[in-house]
């Protein structure tokens, strides 16, 4: 069984500190992630895709990969309220290829002024 | 910026009757999807689309459930006879040949 798993929070953050997120996967097959944010009652965002290892960085928004321990995490700098919502981590395919994802069930994160 | 639109928003049956739920892909996307999201759990896949036909499904995805692309443009997904068990929200989404799949914004679907 391919899974997914992460912390489901919530995890509180006060405005303007770092928020780390963090996702395990259990299939070595996978070799694109994702990150969606999805506010409450509302559709899947895309914020992130990462397939290298390393870190990857888009504005605010960080996200780390490291397949020799399937680890996948993304760090959001200087938090806004904005930013309260669940962080879903999402497994992929191969690189390059549009396959079906994978979910976690989401971290909540609360950001706090 | 382009988007996936599904419709309706929400939608209620019976038990027992057929729904169709509609979706419009992003226009130069060529694969499609089926997700849904029981309240309070994780989304699910249930099936891809890809060239006119189905190129992967889940367990989820039994005899009762159904894809077509009628046209350019539609993409639906039909529950024959639905049971209380299908009330979710359903989730379409499309990619162009990555994974980065962009997901409408849901038909909530509820069974009585």
């Known amino acids: 069984q391919k899974e997914v798993e992460q912390n489901s929070g919530p995890l509180s953050v006060p405005e303007g500190a770092i928020a780390s997120l963090n996702c395990t996967y259990s299939d070595r097959g996978s070799q694109s992630f994702f990150w969606y944010r999805q506010y409450s009652g509302k559709s899947p965002e895309l914020i992130m895709s990462i397939y290298s290892n390393g870190d990857k960085e888009d504005g605010r928004f960080t996200a780390q990969l490291n397949k020799a321990s399937q680890y996948v995490s993304l760090l959001i700098r200087d938090s806004q309220p904005s930013d309260s919502a669940t962080y879903l981590c999402a497994g992929g395919g191969p690189t390059g290829t549009a396959s079906k994802l994978t979910f976690g069930t989401g971290t909540r994160l609360q950001v706090t002024l | 910026e382009p988007e996936v639109t599904q419709t309706p928003s929400h939608q209620v049956t019976q038990m027992g009757q057929e729904v169709i739920l509609r979706c419009v892909p992003i226009?130069?996307?060529?694969?499609f999807y089926w997700y849904r999201q029981i309240l309070g759990q994780k989304v699910e896949f249930l099936v891809s689309?890809?060239?006119?036909?189905?190129?992967?499904k889940s367990e989820i995805f039994d005899d009762q459930f159904s894809v077509e692309r009628p046209d350019g443009s539609n993409f639906t997904l039909k529950i024959r006879s639905t049971k209380l068990e299908d009330s979710a929200m359903y989730f379409c989404a499309s990619s162009f040949n990555t994974g980065e799949a962009f997901f409408g914004q849901g038909t909530r679907l509820t069974v009585v």
């Open positions: 226009s130069n996307h060529l694969y």
């Open positions: 689309f890809y060239n006119n036909e189905i190129s992967e």
